[in-house]
């Protein structure tokens, strides 16, 4: 096992991002201990307010952005941050040169369940002369991501991340406060006979995606020929974590639930940062039209498809939309 810092420059990430990413580290330890504490911290059940996407906010995602905004604002490295709990981008050091968007606490409603949730990250560089009241600064494909990652806050913490150079598992050793390396370079099988997707948005999803399903289903007596296996964990940091480690197929696709509302997930501090992160680890992860680090963003809340996961099996997914 490793420490996070020499692992970090042995890749050669530049000092100023190490020094960022154990700062949003410090955060997340933080919001572990919190959630650790469980109901003695004073911080579980609902606020009375909404976010700006409409969702009500748990007093526990109040905490976690407040914890990670500060935390990170204070650092100097940041030019701005964005998150889900924030209505627009908040300006931070002139000039900082990153900016990073997030997920404070990701699963929102597993929290008073005592079930799998996390903090998600994304880091890009800016322009010298980037406005950090701006929020168009972070209208940038996620392919400009110089580092993601998550912090899930299981059993134990772990850490998966990576800066561009293969994604690597840390887990927080709780005795001495720092997240060691557990796993290089993990990697996704190309194959898989499990698949992760909220079955119950089933007859609101378009004709590709219920065939693709109904075959899984079917297992070995459909054209796929053997059994699939389902998980569903409601909370995209778990149900990717689960990828990474044992391989499979997550998906969100789109869907006719809300006329308005034809995607679940966000782009900015979702998507684009597990994509960073399948990717690295071998995997694929797309729309039904194309690669999701590839697009161009227009808003920080964008919602968007995703399916990820093996590779063979996209593929095989993707081939239901032709
Ligand atoms: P929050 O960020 O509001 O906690 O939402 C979590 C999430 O966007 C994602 O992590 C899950 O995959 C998805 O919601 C689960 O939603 P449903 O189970 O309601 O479909």
């Not at 504490?37 to 976010?51: I, K, R, W």
């Not at 490295?77 to 300006?91: G, H, K, M, N």
């Not at 997707?197 to 999803?205: D, E, G, K, Y």
């Not at 992160?277 to 071998?282: F, I, K, N, P």
Request: aromatic content about 8%; charged content about 20%.
């Amino acid at each position: 096992m490793q420490r996070l810092a020499p692992a970090l420059r042995e890749d050669g990430v530049p000092l100023d991002l190490i020094s960022l990413i154990k700062t949003i580290l410090a955060a997340c330890k933080e919001i572990s201990f919190r959630v650790g504490q469980g109901q003695m911290s004073g911080v579980m059940g609902s606020t009375l307010d909404e976010n700006i996407q409409g969702e009500v906010q748990k007093r526990l995602d109040v905490v976690a952005n407040q914890l990670f905004k500060d935390i990170t604002l204070e650092s100097g490295f940041v030019r701005a941050i964005s998150s889900e709990e924030e209505d627009t981008s908040v300006p931070g050091n002139p000039n900082g040169k990153y900016i990073v968007s997030f997920d404070p606490l990701d699963g929102s409603s597993n929290i008073d369940i005592n079930s799998l949730i996390g903090t998600i990250f994304s880091i890009m560089e800016v322009d010298e002369d980037a406005d950090p009241s701006d929020p168009n600064i972070f209208m940038q494909p996620g392919t400009s991501q110089v580092c993601a990652g998550y912090v899930l806050y299981g059993p134990s913490t772990m850490l998966a991340m990576t800066t561009g150079n293969g994604t690597h598992f840390y887990t927080l050793d709780r005795t001495h406060g720092s997240f060691m390396r557990t796993e290089r370079n993990v990697q996704i099988e190309p194959e898989t006979s499990e698949f992760a997707v909220n079955m119950s948005n089933q007859r609101f999803w378009h004709e590709p995606m219920k065939n693709y399903i109904d075959d899984l289903v079917a297992g070995s007596d459909g054209p796929r020929g053997r059994n699939f296996n389902m998980r569903w964990i409601a909370a995209m940091v778990g149900d990717v974590h689960r990828v990474l480690v044992r391989g499979g197929i997550f998906a969100y696709p789109a869907d006719t639930k809300s006329a308005d509302k034809p995607y679940k997930l966000r782009l900015m501090y979702e998507a684009n940062p597990m994509s960073f992160l399948v990717e690295q680890a071998g995997g694929l992860s797309v729309t039904s039209t194309g690669r999701i680090m590839e697009m161009e963003p227009s808003g920080i809340h964008q919602r968007v498809e995703v399916i990820l996961g093996a590779k063979k099996e996209v593929e095989k997914c993707l081939s239901y939309y032709k």
